[in-house]
Structures are given as C-alpha cells and as structure tokens.
C-alpha cells in the first residue's frame, strides 16, 4: 500500500520546512526536478551505505558514504552556503557540479 504524504510546512520565506517543530533548510526551489530526483536517490543510497558500514564497523565505508551524503545535501542547497544568498549562477553550477561529483563516484 502507497503511502501519500502532504508537503512540509514551510516558513513564510520558504527557505525552511518544519518537520515536527524543527526548522530544517529547504531544498533550493531552483534545482530542476529530474536533478533534484537523482540528488535525492544518491541521498538515499549514501545514507543506505552509512548504515551497512555502520553495522559492518567499517570506518572508511562509513567515512566515503557521509561525504556522499554531504555532497548531495549541499547539491540539494540543503547544507552549505544558503541558497537564497547566492546568485542563481553559483547555484546552478552546486547541483551540477554536485551531481556530475556524485554519478562518477557512485558506487552502482
């Protein structure tokens, strides 16, 4: 059975949403969908490797896959400098280059 879930509340600027009464930063609303989809993906599958390194106690593993995960949340605008204080350019070429980063060291 498909769970639907209704879109975050989201702050009157819209650069945060908040998930159970804590302010977490929005994705930048400029990143195409189809990028936003597979920054999403390799968000999950980084995370899905933090936890089997996690349960393999394997530190290096765990080390690669949190960079993953920070990588895609910085492509996502999500972590690092604000989105909403930098130039449309700038942000463009984070999610690009972000993904292009992500899709060469994808371990699929």
């Known amino acids: 059975m498909a769970r639907h879930h209704s879109p975050p509340e ?32 390799h968000l999950m599958s980084a995370r899905r490797a933090v936890r089997s390194a996690l349960d393999a106690g394997d530190r290096e593993a765990e080390s690669a896959a949190r960079g993953r995960v920070q990588r895609a949340k910085v492509a996502l605008g999500e972590r690092g400098t604000p989105w909403w204080e930098q130039p449309g350019e700038e942000r463009r070429l984070r999610w690009e280059e972000g993904l292009a980063h992500l899709d060469a060291d994808s371990p699929n």
């Open 10 to 41: 989201k702050t009157p600027d819209g650069h945060f949403v908040v998930i159970d009464g804590r302010r977490w930063r929005a994705t930048d609303p400029d990143v195409p969908e189809d990028i936003a989809a597979r920054l999403r993906r």
